[in-house]
């Protein structure tokens, strides 16, 4: 009898594992359709693996099961990069909501001949803005330079103007900041529409920063040096 027990342990053991990691599979509801027959699992970082027999084009990936990523129809998801290794194809895709590049939300498809193995992202939440109800570009360099706390800037100062025309050999080229609009998740997870501004001080002290403000308060998000 004791020797029954044991086996009968590693098979109750076993069977409690397998629960445990298909449980990842349905840990996203929004999952709970037709790409989720063909999913094996989905790790604790949102990466989701494919069972070995989905084959797709991964140009056609996001445009068929755009719901069960939480995309909309304002969202693209845009094939930025393609790379080879021995065995494997990797295909990058970035976001973009209504035209608006979506940072650290892209996927990486990840191919072994023609069947995907891996998509190395995570599920999103659903992205809504009014992207006409923002401030303008003007008042959002107001606020980035107030924050850069300087009081001169380098396309204040006729040298270092002079220095980048001819460092990039551009007559046209300046050290005043052109804003890209964004949009890139707060530190609280949530995602914002923002400007970032290349900022170049240098008074008080040199000061070289890419600042996040939000485009709809014109609140600083984040700084990045």
């Given at each position: ?7 009968l ?43 070995e ?115 990039s ?37 040199n000061?070289?920063?890419d ?11 984040t700084?990045?040096?």
């Open positions: 009898m004791k020797k029954l027990v044991l086996p342990i590693s098979v109750l053991l076993f069977f409690l594992l397998i629960a445990g990691e298909t449980s990842n599979d349905v840990r996203n509801p929004q999952l709970d359709t037709g790409l989720q027959k063909m999913i094996q699992k989905i790790s604790e970082n949102g990466w989701i693996y494919f069972k027999s989905f084959k797709i084009d991964p140009n056609e990936f996001f445009k068929n099961f755009k719901s069960e990523l939480n995309l909309s129809k304002d969202d693209d998801m845009i094939l930025a990069d393609t790379r080879h290794d021995s065995i494997y194809t990797f295909y990058e895709f970035k976001r973009f909501y209504k035209n608006i590049p979506v940072l650290e939300a892209g996927f990486t498809l990840k191919y072994k001949n023609e069947f995907l193995q891996i998509a190395i992202g995570k599920v999103n939440d659903i992205i809504e803005f009014d992207i006409n109800s923002i401030i303008s570009p003007q008042f959002a360099l107001n606020r980035a330079m107030d924050v850069s706390k300087a009081t001169k800037f380098a396309w204040q100062d006729s040298i270092s103007e002079s220095y980048i025309k001819m460092e050999k551009n007559s046209s080229a300046t050290w005043f900041p052109k804003e890209r609009l964004v949009i890139k998740k707060s530190l609280y997870g949530k995602f914002k529409l923002a400007y970032i501004f290349c900022i170049n001080a240098l008074e008080p002290k000061l070289y920063q600042e996040y403000i939000d485009a709809q308060t014109g609140e600083l998000l700084i990045i040096p």
